[in-house]
Structure formats: structure tokens, C-alpha cells
């Protein structure tokens, strides 16, 4: 039995939910999402409330995997998602100019990265940032890719980590 298939999402006002050639659609105040229906699985909609039913069993894995995609493309449209990045090392830092994001990360040059379409990058000092969007799948794919410029280290902690990450620290060579 799948429990996150089977249940209900609310449309809060304000949302439209449309189905067309097993393309869904979601728009709302900050945007519009579309995704692509699962093999076998229908999508109900009365009043509000959307249900989603699946022809067989054999839809039965990906039953809750579109629950939560249409879910989170409903909450994408009304709050949108935001992933928080701070850098930590000497002479480490981001910068934000338009479209490009670059890194100043111990390498001999600069890593740039382009912005993707629909994602705005913020930086509040030079050693954060915050990364907007209204995709969830967009903001965790390019908050990822920033990460992976330079992964924290355990020894001395550089590197850039997400907001809420806590890295787990190692103990170096001790002298005889």
C-alpha cells in the first residue's frame, strides 16, 4: 500500500492543476511547472482536492514518487524553494554579477558557473549565498554543482557546505 500515493493534495486558491496529453500543469503566483505523467497513473481532481489513482499494481512504485512531485510543484508555485551555501577557507569567497556566479575556491583561477533559467542567486556577503527558484529538482541540482566546486574537507572544514550542514571533523597526525 503505498501511503504517500494515496494522499490528498490541496490546491490552496489562487492554483490551477490542468492535465493535457499526460503533460500536468501547475501555474500559480510565481510561476508555472509542468511534468510529465507516470505510466498508469490518473489524476482526479474535485474541488480543492487532488487524488491520484493508479491503473495496476504494477504503477504501485511510482504512485507516491508523482504524489510528491505534483506536491512539490504546488508548493514550488506558491512559496518557491531556497538552498542556502556558505564557503569557509582563506581567500575563499562567491561573487554574483547577472547571469554568472563566481567562485574564488584555492584553485589558481576562478570557477565561473552559469545561472540556470529561473533561478536567481543572492548573495548576502561574499561568503554566502542563497540560491531561489521555484523548481525544487532546479534549486537542489545547481545548489549540488556549486557544492561540488569544492567539497568540505574533515580536517580543517574548507570548503563550501549547505546552511545546515554540519561536517563531521577528523583528527589530524599526532607528534610522537
Given at each position: 500500500?503505498?501511503?504517500?500515493?494515496n494522499?490528498?493534495?490541496?490546491?490552496?486558491?489562487?492554483?490551477?492543476?490542468t492535465?493535457?496529453?499526460?503533460?500536468?500543469?501547475?501555474?500559480?503566483?510565481?510561476?508555472?511547472?509542468?511534468?510529465?505523467?507516470?505510466?498508469?497513473?490518473?489524476?482526479?481532481?474535485?474541488?480543492?482536492?487532488?487524488?491520484?489513482?493508479?491503473?495496476?499494481?504494477?504503477?504501485?512504485?511510482?504512485?507516491?514518487?508523482?504524489?510528491?512531485?505534483?506536491?512539490?510543484?504546488?508548493?514550488g508555485?506558491?512559496k518557491g524553494?531556497?538552498?542556502?551555501?556558505?564557503?569557509?577557507?582563506?581567500?575563499?569567497?562567491?561573487?554574483?554579477?547577472?547571469?554568472?556566479?563566481?567562485?574564488?575556491?584555492?584553485?589558481?583561477?576562478?570557477?565561473?558557473?552559469?545561472?540556470?533559467?529561473?533561478?536567481?542567486?543572492?548573495?548576502?556577503?561574499?561568503?554566502e549565498?542563497?540560491?531561489?527558484?521555484?523548481?525544487?529538482e532546479?534549486?537542489g541540482?545547481?545548489?549540488?554543482?556549486?557544492?561540488?566546486?569544492?567539497?568540505?574537507?574533515p580536517?580543517?572544514?574548507?570548503?563550501?557546505?549547505?546552511?545546515?550542514?554540519?561536517?563531521?571533523?577528523?583528527?589530524?597526525?599526532?607528534?610522537?
Open positions: 500500500m503505498s501511503r504517500i500515493g494522499r490528498k493534495i490541496e490546491v490552496p486558491a489562487g492554483v490551477t492543476v492535465v493535457n496529453d499526460g503533460m500536468v500543469t501547475v501555474t500559480g503566483p510565481k510561476g508555472s511547472l509542468t511534468q510529465k505523467m507516470l505510466k498508469d497513473i490518473s489524476l482526479k481532481q474535485e474541488g480543492n482536492e487532488i487524488t491520484l489513482e493508479r491503473a495496476n499494481e504494477a504503477a504501485k512504485a511510482m504512485h507516491g514518487t508523482m504524489n510528491a512531485l505534483l506536491h512539490n510543484m504546488i508548493t508555485v506558491t524553494y531556497e538552498k542556502g551555501l556558505e564557503i569557509v577557507g582563506v581567500g575563499y569567497r562567491f561573487q554574483v554579477s547577472g547571469k554568472k556566479l563566481t567562485i574564488q575556491a584555492g584553485y589558481s583561477h576562478p570557477v565561473v558557473l552559469d545561472i540556470p533559467e529561473g533561478l536567481t542567486v543572492e548573495s548576502p556577503s561574499n561568503t549565498i542563497v540560491i531561489k527558484g521555484i523548481s525544487k532546479a534549486v541540482e545547481f545548489a549540488a554543482n556549486v557544492r561540488k566546486v569544492r567539497k568540505p574537507e580536517y580543517k572544514g574548507k570548503g563550501i557546505r549547505y546552511k545546515d550542514e554540519h561536517i563531521r571533523r577528523k583528527e589530524g597526525k599526532k607528534a610522537a
